[in-house]
């Protein structure tokens, strides 16, 4: 069941100290770019020099040395920490396509005895459970709402050395503190640095800190489930008094002519439609499942706000149609539920199991989010969210966001919606639903 979790820097830009190096020396110094990083190649002064900047604030010149790192066998909980980091790019192997009734979870080395064996327990029985599902012709992205959040995770993470650092940071004196798997990656990343990226170090140093605050194990006596319609309810928070007002200054400030109207189709079929972003958007998703906010999440260009996964009320679980549509599922999935939901009141009066109660999460609670967006990334947003072949869950709050935005602002809005409304053609090839025509007719008429 247990592996062992790792995280290992596979990849590394060359010459990365001799870059950065460069850059701070740049602004200051006599030369091209070429000269002075021909200059900066071997140069003893290099690590000295990086010091010394990221001491005075500008952090910005080791943004020029970028790592990819391979995490290995860690909890999904580790990778939902990882992935709300704005300014990385990650590729996560997909719960909606790979089974993961094999593929093990995360056990806390920490545990020992009767609550290893409790721990052990709690996860084999949903492990059982979802292969049950999947068993029974449940779809893999709907049984994984039974996963518990200590199950192992696989991806791909690709940052520059600045943000990196912040992430170690966050780890080590954030809202990592007092998670043990999130130390040891952080210790593991550390070690590796110190070879490859020594000048970075300082930024890692350990601070003198409070102790991490205990986590609230929130649980109820019996579980609540909610219906798939139920979840993902959007509410559109916030916008611009005037869009359109601000639309056409922001496309005349572009240089479209002030005394036309406004060419819509040169302005959304744009390859840099600036413009669009000077509109912001907020709204809140409540009852989001812990999967649906990975869908959300990976969309970089936002402000998104996720409560920590450490809060998350344990007893509000959705039911996925495919599940509720057939008896002899919905009571494998609800009696699953109902005993993950018993072992969490019983943890939450055990001081160390309790400590880990992040880890007997289900895939399928339940939490609210908000976020901002500008409206060239909700147009990115709308495309791949409402096609038909994206989850269901994310698919609906994107249709929901959608009519919402259509009714506030329709003369931009009314044009957004899958590829095939956008542009008049299907991106997926093989993959493709077939039904463009149908979902052409579906958005022009949304609303």
């Not at 910005?60 to 860690?74: N, P, Y």
């Not at 940052?159 to 007092?178: H, K, P, S, T």
């Not at 007893?315 to 609800?334: G, K, N």
């Not at 909700?378 to 919402?404: D, G, N, P, V």
Request: charged share 20%; hydrophobic share 40%; net charge neutral.
């Amino acid at each position: 069941m247990e592996k062992k979790l790792h995280a290992e820097i596979i990849s590394y830009n060359m010459g990365g100290e001799a870059v950065c190096a460069s850059a701070a020396r740049i602004s200051t110094t006599p030369g091209n770019a070429l000269e002075i990083f021909t200059a900066a190649k071997d140069n003893p002064q290099n690590r000295t020099l990086i010091g010394k900047v990221l001491k005075s604030g500008h952090k910005s010149v080791v943004e020029h040395a970028v790592f990819t790192l391979a995490m290995r066998d860690v909890s999904v909980f580790v990778e939902q920490f990882f992935i709300e980091c704005r300014l990385a790019s990650f590729t996560v192997k997909s719960r909606r396509y790979v089974d993961f009734s094999g593929l093990g979870c995360h056990v806390p080395p920490e545990l020992e005895g009767e609550r290893l064996t409790r721990y052990q327990a709690y996860m084999d029985m949903l492990f059982s459970a979802y292969q049950d599902l999947l068993l029974g012709g449940v779809p893999k992205e709907d049984a994984r709402f039974l996963l518990p959040y200590s199950f192992h995770s696989n991806f791909y993470c690709t940052v520059n050395a600045r943000e990196l650092g912040q992430i170690i940071r966050e780890i080590r004196c954030g809202r990592g503190r007092g998670i043990p798997e999130l130390q040891c990656l952080a210790d593991e990343i550390t070690g590796q640095l110190e070879t490859l990226f020594p000048a970075l170090l300082p930024e890692l140093e350990r601070p003198e800190t409070a102790p991490a605050a205990a986590f609230c194990c929130q649980v109820e006596s019996q579980p609540v489930f909610l219906s798939q319609e139920e979840a993902g309810a959007v509410a559109l928070l916030g916008g611009p008094a005037d869009p359109m007002a601000l639309l056409e200054a922001a496309c005349h400030a572009a240089g479209f002519p002030p005394d036309k109207p406004l060419d819509w189709d040169s302005l959304i079929h744009s390859s840099r439609p600036r413009e669009l972003e000077q509109l912001a958007y907020t709204f809140r998703i409540s009852n989001l499942t812990l999967s649906g906010i990975t869908h959300l999440v990976r969309h970089r260009m936002q402000s998104v706000i996720v409560p920590s996964l450490a809060s998350v009320n344990h007893s509000r679980v959705i039911v996925p149609d495919t599940v509720a549509a057939q008896p002899a599922l919905l009571e494998r999935y609800q009696k699953a539920v109902r005993e993950a939901n018993r072992v969490v009141c019983e943890i939450a009066a055990d001081p160390i199991l309790c400590r880990y109660h992040y880890y007997f999460a289900l895939s399928g609670n339940l939490m609210d989010v908000m976020t901002t967006m500008n409206a060239r990334e909700i147009k990115l947003f709308t495309r791949l969210r409402t096609c038909s072949r994206a989850q269901w869950e994310i698919r609906a709050a994107a249709i929901a966001l959608l009519r919402q935005l259509r009714q506030s602002f329709p003369e931009l809005f009314g044009r957004f919606g899958p590829s095939c409304f956008l542009t008049g053609r299907c991106p997926e090839g093989q993959l493709s639903c077939g039904r463009a025509e149908e979902m052409t007719a579906l958005f022009q008429n949304l609303s």
